[in-house]
């Protein structure tokens, strides 16, 4: 799919190749397949802040719809309902990344009108927000989620859904998400994916339950 991506995580590892998905960016799985390892001082300095990184993925606990996200605290941070993780190295990456990729799950308490925390910045209030505060990357261009594919819009930077997946409605989107969707005039499909695309992962979820299970055989050809 990308035979020439370069993975990198922020604990150093760059070049990675792991056979199954890590538990976490520390996973030694990271460092023994990776080309190098670098400090992780180095790793935010010269090669994310240094503009070298071209995407960055990102999950979130809450996101609005400019893109900004939470992982710090669920309601007011002195009394928080809930503490998350908190930022690790997404902030860093929200800034200085080319480019910006978020991933979640649909639903209405995550995809929220305002989030309850700033843990890491996307584009802001809209518009040309990160342009005035002395930000130069593009920030968010792609929001993944499980019923929709998101771009911001050009102007505004809310997120729009330009792409639905296979057999989801609109309705179902705006059901899932705790703002009023907009949706691209020019509505698409997302492609499903393919026989090979699907064996693939399913391999991939299979070696990585039996690696994390302590039961692995051996590692695929």
């Known amino acids: 799919h990308a035979p020439d991506i370069t993975l990198?995580?922020?604990?150093?590892?760059?070049?990675t190749a792991p056979d199954v998905?890590?538990?976490?960016?520390?996973?030694?799985?990271?460092?023994?397949?990776a080309v190098t390892t670098v400090a992780v001082p180095e790793m935010f300095r010269y090669w994310l802040q240094g503009?070298?990184?071209?995407?960055?993925?990102?999950?979130a606990a809450q996101l609005d719809k400019f893109g900004n996200i939470n992982t710090t605290?669920?309601?007011?941070?002195?009394?928080?309902?809930?503490?998350?993780?908190g930022g690790g190295g997404a902030p860093e990456i929200a800034t200085s990344s080319k480019q910006v990729y978020i991933t979640m799950a649909q639903s209405k308490r995550g995809m929220v009108e305002k989030i309850d925390f700033f843990t890491s910045f996307g584009h802001g209030e809209?518009?040309?927000?990160?342009?005035?505060?002395?930000?130069?990357?593009?920030?968010?261009?792609?929001?993944?989620?499980?019923?929709?594919?998101w771009r911001p819009d050009p102007v505004t930077k809310e997120f729009t859904v330009v792409s639905l997946h296979p057999g989801?409605?609109?309705?179902?989107?705006?059901?899932?998400?705790?703002?009023?969707?907009?949706?691209?005039?020019?509505?698409?499909?997302?492609?499903?994916?393919?026989e090979l695309e699907l064996k693939t992962l399913r391999d991939l979820q299979a070696r990585t339950k039996a690696a994390h299970?302590?039961?692995?055989?051996g590692k695929a050809a």
Request: proline share 6%; net charge negative.
């Open 8 to 15: 990198i995580y922020e604990s150093g590892t760059i070049g």
């Open 21 to 33: 998905l890590p538990l976490s960016i520390g996973d030694g799985e990271l460092c023994e397949t």
């Open 51 to 59: 503009g070298r990184i071209s995407i960055g993925f990102l999950g």
């Open 73 to 85: 605290v669920i309601g007011d941070y002195a009394h928080p309902k809930t503490r998350l993780p």
């Open 126 to 149: 809209g518009g040309d927000h990160r342009k005035r505060l002395g930000i130069d990357t593009a920030g968010p261009t792609l929001l993944i989620t499980d019923l929709a594919i």
């Open 168 to 194: 989801i409605s609109r309705e179902q989107v705006q059901e899932t998400c705790g703002w009023t969707v907009k949706f691209a005039e020019a509505l698409d499909e997302t492609p499903a994916p393919t």
């Open 213 to 217: 299970q302590g039961t692995a055989k």
